[in-house]
């Protein structure tokens, strides 16, 4: 799975065309497997087999809208990546690189390496969290192992209704490229 399509995905509701031919390549049918988390804002797919599962947030709140009258017909935004090791969540291992040639069986070091942006230390919680990566955030959870746990790239929250969505795909930025 290109992570840089997929991230580039970001922001797209999930009746979009795009993204429907996206999936349908990596042979996911996401108008058949998109579960909507009852009395929650989130919808996902996940896939054990592949190790990844895909977070979609309904329409009021990615758009961080107040007026939940009209909830009966919601859209679903797709803002959010997890990338699984081995033995987390009963699912395989992702297998595919992710930003700058990251792979799950990396180490904690070489993960920072390749991230090369300074990051930030969760304050209790074995998790280092980058911000700021041309419109996403990754967060690392080691779950106190040497290798990481889940993998978690995201779209950088909108701030009010009026945000435009973009991520932007083919600059360099910090060493990370889009």
């Not at 081995?86 to 595919?96: P, T």
Request: net charge negative; hydrophobic share 35%; with cysteine.
């Amino acid at each position: 799975m290109d992570i840089y399509k997929l991230i580039g995905l970001f922001g797209k509701e999930s009746k979009d065309k795009e993204l429907i031919d996206f999936f349908e390549k990596e042979s996911i049918n996401i108008l058949k497997k998109l579960e909507i988390e009852e009395d929650t804002f989130y919808a996902f797919i996940e896939d054990k087999k592949k190790g990844i599962e895909l977070i979609f947030k309904d329409e009021l709140e990615f758009f961080n809208l107040e007026n939940r009258n009209n909830s009966k017909n919601i859209n679903y935004y797709f803002e959010c990546i997890h990338c699984f090791a081995q033995d987390i969540d009963d699912c395989n291992e992702y297998k595919g690189e992710l930003l700058n040639g990251i792979k799950m069986s990396n180490t904690k070091d070489e993960i920072r390496d390749l991230m090369k942006k300074p990051y930030k230390r969760h304050g209790f919680l074995d998790v280092d969290i980058w911000n700021n990566l041309n419109g996403c955030q990754v967060f690392v959870d080691y779950k106190e192992r040497n290798t990481p746990a889940i993998i978690s790239i995201s779209m950088e929250p909108l701030t009010n209704s009026g945000d435009s969505i973009s991520i932007k795909k083919s600059k360099k930025v910090s060493g990370l490229d889009f």
